[in-house]
């Protein structure tokens, strides 16, 4: 029994993967299918989520580091050091699609206290840009793998790794234009 378990787990796994690599998204509601044609495309093979047995994410990593997919080398931020009003991080934040009630994570939906919290950390505009871009990359690839992340403190860990990468990827975008 057990056997047969491990075996209908890993055809599970097997199948998400094969989805995922074609970057397929069978969806139940309009709205969710509606969310994943919105999102940042060919990021499945860079960004993994990783899941525990209950669905909820564990982990986020890069995999392929050296890698920015041109669709996300555009969304990038150009140099701009200006603070931010809170109206101005509402488009930002609106924009990134951080005000979508998602499907699988609608908890992590923002409200008008998560303007307030970035006015209050008083960054630059293309931080906050690229802050907003790597919420907005691990909530789209835990919409397409159905990946449940609990909280917002818990969203902001796991797109630690992808700021990191994104952060890299910008100040090689710079270089590059000298």
């Given at each position: 029994?057990?056997?047969?378990?491990?075996?209908?787990?890993?055809?599970?796994?097997?199948?998400?993967?094969?989805?995922?690599?074609?970057?397929?998204?069978?969806?139940?509601?309009?709205n969710?299918?509606?969310?994943?044609?919105?999102?940042?495309?060919?990021?499945?093979?860079?960004?993994?989520?990783?899941?525990?047995n209950?669905?909820r994410?564990?982990?986020?990593?890069?995999e392929?580091a050296?890698?920015?997919?041109?669709?996300?080398?555009?969304?990038?931020?150009?140099?701009?050091?200006r603070?931010?009003?809170?109206?101005?991080?509402?488009?930002l934040?609106?924009?990134?699609?951080?005000?979508?009630?998602?499907?699988?994570?609608?908890?992590?939906?923002?409200?008008?206290?998560?303007?307030?919290?970035w006015?209050?950390?008083?960054l630059?505009?293309?931080?906050?840009?690229?802050e907003?871009?790597?919420?907005?990359?691990?909530?789209?690839q835990?919409?397409?793998?159905?990946?449940?992340?609990?909280?917002?403190?818990?969203?902001?860990?796991?797109?630690?790794?992808?700021?990191?990468?994104l952060?890299?990827a910008?100040?090689?975008?710079?270089?590059?234009?000298?």
């Amino acid at each position: 029994m057990k056997s047969a378990r491990q075996a209908l787990q890993r055809n599970r796994i097997a199948v998400l993967c094969i989805i995922i690599g074609l970057g397929l998204a069978l969806q139940s509601q309009s709205n969710s299918a509606e969310q994943v044609n919105d999102a940042i495309p060919s990021l499945e093979r860079v960004i993994c989520i990783e899941r525990n047995n209950s669905g909820r994410v564990t982990a986020v990593t890069v995999e392929d580091a050296a890698s920015v997919p041109a669709q996300l080398s555009d969304l990038l931020p150009q140099r701009d050091n200006r603070k931010l009003g809170k109206e101005e991080i509402r488009a930002l934040a609106t924009k990134h699609r951080l005000f979508t009630e998602w499907n699988v994570n609608p908890g992590l939906c923002y409200q008008g206290g998560d303007i307030s919290y970035w006015f209050e950390h008083d960054l630059v505009a293309w931080k906050l840009e690229l802050e907003f871009l790597a919420r907005r990359i691990v909530l789209e690839q835990a919409e397409l793998t159905k990946g449940t992340i609990p909280t917002q403190g818990d969203l902001s860990a796991y797109s630690r790794t992808v700021y990191s990468w994104l952060y890299k990827a910008t100040a090689k975008k710079w270089a590059d234009k000298k």
